[in-house]
């Protein structure tokens, strides 16, 4: 309805209710289709915000816990690098004191084996000289009887002479 020039003419309500009322009832409800379709892509646009929204604090939240989990594990890295470095020094000490008592070892079995040769040359020394001294002996008491039985002889020449 067209109400513009109010003191001009009179309304004609009857013409309005018959022929453009119809008309301004369609006009309506083509607006109100379109608002609703405007209203529910308004909507969508709006939910389409809420959600990316919500997607960016989810990806910031998962990027904080991504880079407080890449911290830990950088920590837990270097952890376990200080470590295998400290096991690698202590197996290379231990390694450096197995090879140092290994030729302590050696050297000891070497001393001792020297040691043990100088013993039974010694021994073999010994041997031969108790043999020699023992030949030696034979020999003295072999000796002995034998002057004995000359003191004897001449004892009993001796005898028989200032007999």
């Keep these: 309805m067209e109400i513009s020039n109010d003191t001009s003419q009179g ?85 450096q004191r197995e090879n140092e008592f290994a030729s302590a070892c050696d050297a000891r079995e070497a001393d001792l084996s020297a040691r043990k040769t100088q013993a039974d040359r010694a021994e073999e020394i010994i041997a031969s000289r108790q043999s020699a001294l023992d030949a030696r002996e034979a020999q003295l008491a072999n000796d002995v009887a034998a002057l004995d039985a000359r003191v004897k002889a001449f004892q009993d020449k001796v005898a028989a002479l200032s007999a």
């Design 11 to 95: 309304v004609d309500y009857l013409y309005y209710f018959t022929t453009q009322l119809p008309q301004d009832l369609a006009r309506l409800a083509a607006l109100r289709e379109e608002l609703q379709v405007r209203q529910g892509a308004m909507s969508a646009v709006e939910d389409a915000t809420r959600l990316r929204d919500e997607a960016a604090q989810i990806l910031a939240s998962a990027k904080e816990e991504a880079d407080a989990l890449k911290a830990d594990t950088k920590a837990k890295n270097a952890d376990a690098t200080a470590k295998k470095k400290a096991q690698d020094a202590r197996e290379d000490a231990l390694t």
